[in-house]
């Protein structure tokens, strides 16, 4: 059983930057893959930006040239760097981890405000 622990969230001003912390209580070096995932009120979970593997990496439209995901196998996190924040960005992030099964952090919230 792998846990996801998320933090870094908080609250920040537009144009502001964040850097969101994944910490997996096992090694993550054999997920296939890794990814970030936002849920604002009355909206579905959506997903941000994920990395593969290979070190592949894929984000929604929203965020490309602002937010970057990377991991760091040797520390077992996954982190998202989020900058120029905007206040449509705001929403509840998650971590998500598949090896196999499916894994999902608790979430961490990240507001940002105009």
């Known amino acids: 059983q792998v846990q996801l622990v998320e933090s870094g969230g908080g609250l920040v001003q537009a144009g502001g930057s964040l850097r969101l912390s994944c910490a997996a209580s096992?090694?993550?070096?054999?997920?296939?893959?890794l990814g970030w995932y936002r849920q604002a009120p009355g909206k579905q979970r959506e997903s941000v930006a994920v990395i593969t593997r290979g070190g592949s990496t894929n984000y929604a439209d929203s965020v490309k040239g602002r937010f970057t995901i990377s991991r760091d196998n040797a520390k077992n996190t996954v982190y998202l760097q989020m900058n120029s924040l905007k206040p449509e960005d705001t929403a509840v992030y998650y971590c998500?981890?598949?090896?196999?099964?499916?894994?999902w952090g608790q979430g961490t919230q990240v507001t940002v405000s105009s």
């Open positions: 096992g090694s993550i070096f054999s997920f296939n893959f």
């Open positions: 998500r981890a598949v090896a196999g099964n499916d894994y």
